[in-house]
């Protein structure tokens, strides 16, 4: 059965011209003046993909992306805008729009764009969110409400060629998320690359990104290919994308609205096809406010933007990837997976982490090489600063590192009792604060009401 094409323009000349385009493409295609048509003609037929334009008679194409969101979320919509106008592209590709074509139209962009719909994974009119979001895998670890929100997010920006914003914290795993949506993309069978801008001299970065040619400068002794060439049809990850001179930052908003680049010493341009993710740990719009980053290339990068939980935003996900990193670190070592005690749990749990999943990662691996009897004790962890209530007692949303707690180490001090007797004081205060709510009191905590109630139990608290 062919994969049929819904076509909306008010103009018949552009009507034809996509119909026979298509019709070369061996797809079948159904055509419509305006909105009103459009929409009934969704009703009593199936579709792989529509393409509006942006200008209707009765409306826009922002309405049909909106509407097709709505109603036919299985179906991506691409937009057709006159040249030069970038606003509307954006806005299309906020409202939900898989990519757009600017007029005149060039056929061959329009090919790979039709091309790359029709490779996205089929999603049924009637999946819930739970299910597209299951597709994502278990590369990003937990179950915590922030995680299952994220996943979910990811599993639609997968479906769309918009440019992605990823922000977090360092270590929160920013690259994870893009690598998820790049995987569960149409462009998951060619390359993702991932570059850390601020690791780049600034004298190499144009030649590490647009690629040179051969005596272009002192030691270009031959052509190199750039890395937007190397990620041609599949996706860059412009990872501190702040930390890009501003002088690269025009070079990069040229290439985003022109597909295409210009190595150093050529005189010619190359078209390349590339999906941009970027991510800082820096706020990006305050950055923008100190002249550190072009605002139009934030707008264009800025499409879209996904936030990734920190660590203390996602306390209930401890337990859960504890276990996934100690059985990477068995794997990796060849050796039988480590076990975590209660005591350690519960130091981890209480814990700020301001490097987030990549320190859990270290503090993992050193007490796993560490530990007796292959299971990892509170002693084994070794904490930039000791777990404190304040990271425990603050809303998760708002928690912030806090400064070293200063403990007296006695003699007969236990680091045991020590954990024990500020898990006790935390839980209390809340208890207190919320006026004996558990519910409440494990909100406050950052925890689950069935984390609580354990360890009210374990703690003679109950």
């Not at 298509?22 to 003609?41: F, H, I």
């Not at 993702?192 to 144009?206: H, Q, S, W, Y």
């Not at 002693?379 to 400064?403: G, H």
């Not at 009792?417 to 006026?435: D, F, M, P, Q, Y």
């Amino acid at each position: 059965m062919k994969n049929r094409i819904l076509i909306v323009d008010d103009e018949p000349d552009i009507r034809e011209l996509l119909e026979i385009t298509l019709g070369r493409m061996s797809l079948a295609t159904n055509s419509a003046a305006d909105l009103e048509s459009a929409r009934q003609l969704l009703s009593t037929e199936h579709f792989n993909l529509c393409l509006t334009d942006m200008r209707l008679p009765d409306g826009d194409g922002i309405e049909l992306v909106e509407y097709i969101q709505k109603k036919h979320k299985q179906i991506p919509c691409a937009v057709i805008t006159a040249h030069g106008t970038t606003e509307s592209a954006i806005k299309a590709l906020k409202s939900g729009a898989f990519d757009f074509v600017s007029k005149p139209i060039d056929l061959q962009k329009l090919r790979d764009l039709v091309n790359a719909a029709l490779r996205l994974p089929q999603q049924r009119e009637d999946e819930a969110p739970a299910a597209a979001e299951s597709r994502i895998g278990p590369s990003i670890t937990g179950q915590s409400k922030r995680v299952v929100e994220l996943r979910e997010q990811i599993a639609k920006l997968a479906r769309s060629q918009a440019p992605v914003y990823i922000s977090g914290e360092s270590g929160s795993g920013k690259e994870l998320a893009a690598r998820a949506i790049h995987k569960n993309s149409s462009r998951s069978g060619a390359p993702f690359i991932a570059v850390n801008c601020g690791a780049i001299p600034k004298d190499l970065v144009e030649s590490e990104l647009f690629g040179h040619i051969k005596g272009s400068f002192t030691g270009a002794d031959s052509d190199k290919q750039g890395l937007f060439q190397a990620a041609h049809c599949g996706t860059l990850f412009l990872d501190e994308i702040a930390d890009l001179p501003l002088h690269t930052q025009v070079k990069l908003l040229r290439v985003i609205q022109e597909k295409a680049i210009r190595p150093v010493g050529s005189q010619s341009e190359q078209a390349v096809d590339v999906r941009i993710l970027s991510a800082t740990h820096k706020n990006l719009a305050k950055e923008v406010e100190l002249g550190h980053l072009r605002q139009d290339l934030y707008f264009r990068l800025n499409v879209i933007e996904l936030s990734v939980p920190s660590l203390r935003q996602r306390v209930d996900d401890i337990p859960e990837l504890c276990l996934s990193i100690l059985n990477k670190i068995a794997k990796e070592n060849s050796t039988d997976v480590c076990k975590l005690s209660n005591e350690a749990i519960a130091a981890l749990s209480l814990y700020h982490f301001p490097g987030n999943v990549r320190e859990l990662e270290n503090i993992l691996q050193r007490a796993a090489t560490l530990c007796e009897d292959n299971t990892i004790q509170a002693e084994n962890l070794e904490f930039i600063s000791a777990p404190n209530t304040e990271a425990a007692t603050l809303d998760t949303e708002t928690a912030k590192p806090t400064p070293e707690e200063n403990v007296q180490l006695s003699d007969d001090f236990s680091l045991e009792k020590h954990l024990e007797s500020i898990e006790i004081e935390a839980i209390e205060k809340a208890l207190k604060e919320t006026r004996w709510n558990k519910t409440a009191a494990a909100k406050k905590l950052g925890m689950s009401f069935r984390s609580l109630r354990y360890r009210l139990k374990k703690l003679g608290l109950d």
